[in-house]
């Protein structure tokens, strides 16, 4: 069963930069689709990013296009997400999760990480 692990949230100032790793216990990962989402306090859970198997194709919500930047490196069982200029409505806990088809829907996802909590705030 494949299991995934977020790591690289923590505490940064608005116009700050974090790099959210989702790694995976094996390469079966590079058989998946991968999306990252989040949820902040209250809200429902919102696809922010998604990448497709071969890495060729990538998909955001709008509110992050231009500012956030999703990949995967076949060489090693991990996704990466570049979040840069970010913004307090950025807090969340942020999400990776694996299926067969990049999607921002919240269904279909064979495989779900624990989560990593990021906070934009002065």
């Known amino acids: 069963q494949l299991q995934l692990v977020e790591s690289g949230g923590g505490l940064v100032q608005p116009g700050g930069s974090l790099r959210l790793s989702c790694a995976a216990s094996?390469?079966?990962?590079?058989?998946?689709?991968i999306t990252w989402f989040r949820q902040a306090p209250g809200k429902e859970r919102e696809g922010v990013a998604c990448?497709?198997?071969?890495?060729?194709?990538?998909f955001y919500v709008d509110s992050v296009k231009g500012r956030f930047t999703i990949s995967r490196d076949g060489a090693k069982p991990t996704v990466y997400l570049q979040m840069n200029s970010l913004k307090p409505e950025d807090t969340a806990v942020y999400y990776c999760?694996?299926?067969?088809?990049?999607?921002?829907?919240?269904?279909?996802?064979?495989?779900w990480g624990q989560g990593t909590q990021v906070t934009v705030s002065s």
């Open positions: 999760a694996a299926a067969l088809f990049p999607s921002l829907g919240v269904t279909g996802f064979d495989y």
């Open positions: 094996d390469f079966t990962i590079n058989y998946y689709a």
């Open positions: 990448i497709s198997i071969s890495g060729g194709e990538q």
